[in-house]
């Protein structure tokens, strides 16, 4: 799965690439797509990839998630 991930004030876009169909996001070391931003939580989302698209399941967030389809 190759996802874009949007810039932020603190720091660029980029394109990542995940070698499985599920990917966590977020601060934590152990995420796959590691985000620096500090409204974004340790865990923040879980990224499934199935044959109609990827989904996502925002985890204990107090800043929520947003995605784009592009």
Same mark, same amino acid.
């Given at each position: 799965?190759?996802?874009? +991930?949007?810039?932020?004030?603190?720091?660029?876009?980029?394109?990542?690439?995940? $070698?499985?169909?599920?990917?966590?996001?977020?601060?934590?070391?152990?995420?796959?797509?590691?985000?620096?931003?500090?409204?974004?939580?340790?865990?923040?989302?879980? @990224?499934?990839? $199935?044959?109609?698209?990827?989904?996502? +399941?925002? @985890? +204990?967030?107090?800043?929520?998630?947003?995605?784009?389809?592009?």
């Amino acid at each position: 799965m190759t996802l874009r +991930v949007e810039s932020t004030a603190h720091e660029p876009e980029r394109v990542v690439r995940v $070698d499985r169909r599920f990917a966590l996001v977020g601060r934590d070391a152990d995420s796959d797509i590691r985000i620096a931003d500090p409204a974004a939580g340790g865990r923040h989302a879980y @990224l499934h990839l $199935d044959p109609r698209g990827v989904y996502a +399941v925002a @985890l +204990v967030t107090r800043a929520g998630s947003r995605l784009s389809p592009t």
